[in-house]
């Protein structure tokens, strides 16, 4: 069961790449995903395998994706926000060099196209969901329930805002994406 999952991972960051570079240079409508497809080295069919739209090889968010795996479930239901942040940080801190232009390259081109920011707001939600998920407590009562997944909902919708430029380094993006967790649970407007 390895070597698929290696094999599925390989070809979803050759497709990612291919994307990543044809759009910045053509532009994203004019982009095929046959193109995309060519210079992965994939067919078509094996690139919607992978993504089963264009647009979700710039919705597909490893980081995300990571930050739900490093979730502790039992630190998680003591203190979500901390639990959060920690991921959060933990996961930007393990990011390399090639995943980290990835990343930049992948907001270039959503920032350049309306159409692609409003596709990934579905992506978001889900990953949201899922956040909040894990960090709600099996017995918690419907009201903290709720709270908690207004807290995961926020936090999501705030990572995607905070700004990264080409001298960004990981360690002050994470460190920005954490204390976005923390606003999300204290509210933006609170004075400190």
């Known amino acids: 069961m390895g070597a698929p999952e290696g ?3 390989r070809t979803q960051l050759a497709v990612r790449r291919a994307a990543i570079e044809l759009c910045l240079e053509h532009g994203y409508p004019a982009t095929s995903t ?3 497809a060519e210079l992965a080295g994939v067919s078509e069919r094996t690139l919607f395998r992978a993504f089963p739209t264009k647009a979700a090889i710039f919705w597909f968010d490893p980081f995300l994706s990571r930050v739900i795996r490093r979730l502790d479930a039992r630190t998680a239901a003591e203190d979500p926000v ?3 942040s920690d991921a959060v940080l933990a996961t930007a801190r393990a990011i390399t060099e090639e995943d980290w232009q990835l ?4 907001r270039k081109v959503i920032l350049r196209e309306p159409d692609l920011i409003a596709t990934g707001t579905q992506e978001l939600n889900l990953a949201a969901m899922r956040i909040g998920e894990l960090l709600t407590p099996v017995d918690a009562p419907p009201d903290l329930a709720f709270r908690t997944a207004l807290f995961a909902r926020f936090a999501v919708a705030g990572f995607g805002i905070v700004p990264i430029h080409a001298e960004t380094t990981t360690e002050e993006w ?3 994406l954490a204390r976005v967790a923390q606003l999300a649970a204290d509210g933006p407007l609170e004075q400190p």
């Open 174 to 176: 994470g460190t920005a």
């Open 82 to 84: 901390t639990a959060l």
């Open 34 to 36: 046959k193109a995309i």
């Open 103 to 106: 990343e930049l390259g992948r």
């Open 7 to 9: 094999k599925a991972a």
